[in-house]
Every structure is written in structure tokens, then in C-alpha cells.
């Protein structure tokens, strides 16, 4: 199974978790029955918990609910999602009832329209579709389920205006794509610039160029990027003493190591610029993601150059400025230029796939990985794995990165 996640924002855009999707691998011979790939995805849920670290919404059909196929996952920190008509079957309501009696938490997939809920599920999540609903309609189903002390989590909100509506209506809690930073954060000039000097920083030794003195005095001068650098650098030091200064560390560790770690302060200013931190595991974990699976493209860019192409693809949402002002803001080569306005050149349209898997466009990521003769595999198992190793390279398991 194929695996993807989407972040969970409450009202004020912090992630409360993750909602789980899944997929086949391959869908070329018989299509798996339900109950099956609903099994399949259930044994790969231990595994992904332990990667994230909060929350997840896993969907489960009700066959496995009145099968107790849920029971050796009591320890985990899921949310089992369940169709709401389901429990106008008896066996799989008592099922579920018995379930919620040991400690277990499910919530709902549609707006209960068919018999009473059980007073089990009293409190619990229930998940509506915001892109398929009218407005009048949305606000009519929120209200109704807030009165009765239902949480109502609407899905679908991919546009700056769905998400204003839905938040208008009282929702808690949304998910969907990655939106621009909203009108309420305040827009940090300082912090903006130097993004933009720091791509173009590492923009400008994309083609594997060795870094030279201009990048001594943008890592020195630049007061975000040295800050950033040695909190970076002491973090990592793990109790050993770090550099003193930016100056120290370049004649220390040496211009290539410094410009391998702006990756990952570039990635955290990104998140800095729209006050979300998760925009900077996003920004991480794709330029990570590009520099791995884009050795599979022919003639592929170099590594820093598929490593800035990932970066690119969060400026939009950072910013809250279009693709075309961001590229004259900056000096980029051809092949980074398409890839963040065009996406017509293969580096370009592995982003497309970065897309698709971020996002669980299942079969986009599947014709898309067909065009660069990438199997939807190798990216979804490199995409595993830069979630992990993007949470460890920003230290988002530590206190002092929290």
C-alpha cells in the first residue's frame, strides 16, 4: 500500500494530527476487495504512528470493526474513521460500542442523516466533504452537529476561500492542500528577504559549483541565516562545544558543510516567513524528497539543484506571492525556473509527482510516475523515509526546536 498524509489545522492552523489515505501499489490485475486493502493498510498504521509522533485518522472498514481486528492497536494514537451509515448495521454498532468501552476513539465519514447515533459516539469527530457542499448547506450540517457536541472536521478545503468558509461556519478542525499564509500573520520583511537570499544562495552553486567568498559573507551578514546556522550547528553538537561564530564553523567544518546545512536553515526560515512550522517540515522534507528520487530522472540535475527545486515549491504558500513575482525576485538558472513556474522540464515535473504523493492524488502519481519511468513505490518509500529524516535533520524532536 501506497501511503500518504494530510495534516489536521485547527482555527488557528496548528496540526493536531493526520489523516491517513492508501493505495495499492499496483492496480494492473484484479482491484483488492475493500476489507483486503483496508487490512493491508491497518498493518502499516504501528509504523506510521511511531513516524509521526501525534494523532492519526485511519479509515477501517466496518468488517474489520466487528471482527475485533482493531484490538491489537489499543495502544496506538488513532482515531478510527468509520462511514456513519455503517452504524445502522447492529453488529457493527454494538461492535463499536464495545470498542469506545475499552478505550478506543472512532469518528464518522458523513453527515448522520439515517437513524439516531449511538450515545457512544457522543463527542466524536465527524468528517464532512467541504469541496462537494454548498455553502448554505456546509453551515446548515456544522451547526446542526455542534448542537448535538459533535465535532464536524470538513476535508476538501484546497482554497483560501473554502477555508475562510468553513471557519465562518464554527468548524474546529479542516484539512486539505497547502494554502498561502492568511491576511492574520503579519508579514516579516526581514525574515522574507533573507529566504529569498538564501535560495538564491544556494541557487547560485546548484550546478555543483564549490562555494566561494561571496558565500562566506552572505552566511556571515545575513543575521537570520547566522543565527539559525549555529543554533543549528550547537543543536547538533549534542553536548560537545560548538562553533563560537559562522567564521569559526566555516574554517571548522569547511564551505561545503556549512551550504549542505543552509538546506535545512532555509527550510525552517521558510516556515518562519508564514508562522508555520509544518510548512517547514513540508519545505524539508521535498527538497529532501527531490534529491533522492530525482537520481532516477535521465540526466539528472545535480543534487543541490534538485535539493532548491524542492524549496521552491513552498515559496508560494511562505510568501503569499504568486510563482511568477517570486522568479523575478530571483536570479535562477532555466531549470530552476521552470520548476517553480511551469513545470515543463523533468526536474519540474518531479515536483508534480512530489505533489501527488503529498497529497494522495493517487492517480496522477501514477501516470505522472509513468512519464518519468519512476515506479510510485520508490517514491512513496522515499517519501517514508524523508519524513523521518527531515523530522531528525530540523530537530523537531527536540525541546529547544519545539
Not at 482555527?11 to 482491484?31: I, K
Not at 483496508?38 to 509504523?47: D, G, H, I, Y
Not at 567544518?253 to 508555520?276: N, S
Not at 515549491?313 to 513575482?325: D, G, K, N, Q
Request: glycine share 6%; charged share 25%; hydrophobic share 45%.
Amino acid at each position: 500500500m501506497l501511503i500518504s498524509l494530510a495534516p489536521l489545522r485547527d482555527r488557528r492552523d496548528r496540526v493536531m494530527g493526520y489523516a491517513l489515505s492508501a493505495y495499492p501499489e499496483d492496480t494492473r490485475g484484479a482491484p483488492l476487495d475493500p476489507d483486503e486493502e483496508a487490512r493491508l493498510t491497518l498493518a502499516q498504521v504501528p509504523q506510521v504512528s511511531r513516524m509521526v509522533g501525534r494523532s492519526l485518522v485511519v479509515p477501517v472498514m466496518p468488517a474489520l470493526v466487528r471482527e475485533g481486528a482493531l484490538a491489537r492497536y489499543a495502544s496506538l494514537d488513532a482515531v478510527w474513521l468509520v462511514a456513519t451509515e455503517s452504524l445502522e448495521d447492529p453488529a457493527t454498532r454494538r461492535a463499536v460500542d464495545r470498542l469506545i468501552g475499552a478505550g478506543f476513539h472512532f469518528a464518522l465519514q458523513g453527515f448522520p442523516e439515517g437513524d439516531p447515533l449511538p450515545p457512544s459516539v457522543a463527542g466524536s469527530t465527524v468528517v464532512l466533504d467541504g469541496a462537494r457542499t454548498s455553502s448554505s448547506l456546509l453551515e446548515a450540517r456544522v451547526k446542526a452537529l455542534l448542537e448535538v457536541g459533535l465535532r464536524p472536521l470538513v476535508r476538501g478545503v484546497d482554497d483560501r476561500v473554502t477555508r475562510q468558509r468553513v471557519l465562518a461556519a464554527g468548524v474546529p478542525m479542516y484539512t486539505g492542500r497547502q494554502l498561502a499564509r492568511g491576511a492574520s500573520v503579519a508579514a516579516d520583511r526581514t525574515t522574507e528577504d533573507s529566504v529569498l537570499r538564501a535560495i538564491g544562495m544556494l541557487a547560485a552553486f546548484s550546478d555543483g559549483r564549490p562555494p566561494d567568498a561571496a558565500f562566506d559573507t552572505f552566511v556571515r551578514d545575513d543575521p537570520h541565516v547566522a543565527a539559525s546556522l549555529l543554533k543549528a550547528m550547537s543543536s547538533a553538537a549534542l553536548g560537545v562545544r560548538g562553533p563560537r561564530s559562522v567564521s569559526h564553523a566555516l574554517n571548522v567544518l569547511g564551505r561545503d558543510a556549512i551550504l549542505e546545512r543552509l538546506v535545512a536553515v532555509t527550510a525552517r526560515l521558510i516556515g518562519d516567513a508564514a508562522q508555520d512550522q509544518e510548512l517547514a517540515f513540508t519545505a524539508l522534507r521535498r527538497a529532501r524528497l527531490c534529491e533522492r528520487v530525482g537520481t532516477a530522472l535521465d540526466t539528472a540535475p545535480h543534487p543541490r539543484a534538485r535539493v532548491v527545486a524542492g524549496l521552491l515549491s513552498t515559496l508560494e504558500f511562505a510568501l503569499a506571492m504568486p510563482a511568477p513575482v517570486i522568479a523575478q525576485r530571483l536570479q535562477l538558472p532555466p531549470a530552476l525556473r521552470d520548476a517553480l513556474d511551469g513545470r515543463d522540464r523533468p526536474l519540474g515535473q518531479l515536483l508534480d509527482v512530489v505533489d501527488a504523493i503529498e497529497y494522495g492524488w493517487w492517480e496522477d502519481l501514477t501516470v505522472r510516475c509513468r512519464q518519468l519511468s519512476i515506479r510510485p513505490r520508490v517514491v512513496a518509500d522515499a517519501w517514508l523515509e524523508t519524513w523521518r529524516s527531515s523530522r531528525d535533520e530540523l530537530g523537531l524532536s527536540r525541546p529547544d526546536y519545539l
